[in-house]
């Protein structure tokens, strides 16, 4: 079982800045897509962006040129900065691996984007 620390995220402003971070406990980093996943309200789990191994990064169309996905293999974590934030940014982010047929959570964090 691998766990996460999610960090980062409450509440911004629109047209604000927030960053989240994720460290994984364990060495799973080096071998796994690190994704970040949001969940707003009444609303189904959807992809943010994801990263590869080889740095390769997936965003969702509704961040795309917003968010920045990053890693650093060396500290076990992944980013996601947030720029330019919106109301419909709201919602909880989950961090997520995938490698090897398994897929891992983190616990979640809440990012409320609200004047």
């Known amino acids: 079982q691998v766990r996460f620390v999610e960090s980062g995220g409450g509440l911004g402003q629109p047209g604000g800045s927030l960053a989240l971070s994720c460290r994984a406990a364990?060495?799973?980093?080096?071998?796994?897509?690190m994704g970040w996943y949001r969940q707003p309200p009444g609303k189904e789990r959807e992809l943010v962006a994801m990263?590869?191994?080889?740095?390769?990064?997936t965003y969702a169309e509704s961040v795309k040129g917003r968010f920045t996905i990053s890693r650093d293999s060396g500290e076990n974590r992944v980013y996601l900065q947030m720029n330019n934030l919106k109301p419909e940014d709201t919602g909880v982010y989950f961090c997520?691996?995938?490698?090897?047929?398994?897929?891992?959570w983190g616990q979640g964090t809440q990012v409320t984007v609200a004047s």
């Open positions: 364990g060495s799973i980093f080096g071998s796994y897509t």
């Open positions: 990263i590869t191994t080889g740095n390769g990064e």
């Open positions: 997520r691996a995938d490698g090897y047929g398994y897929t891992y």
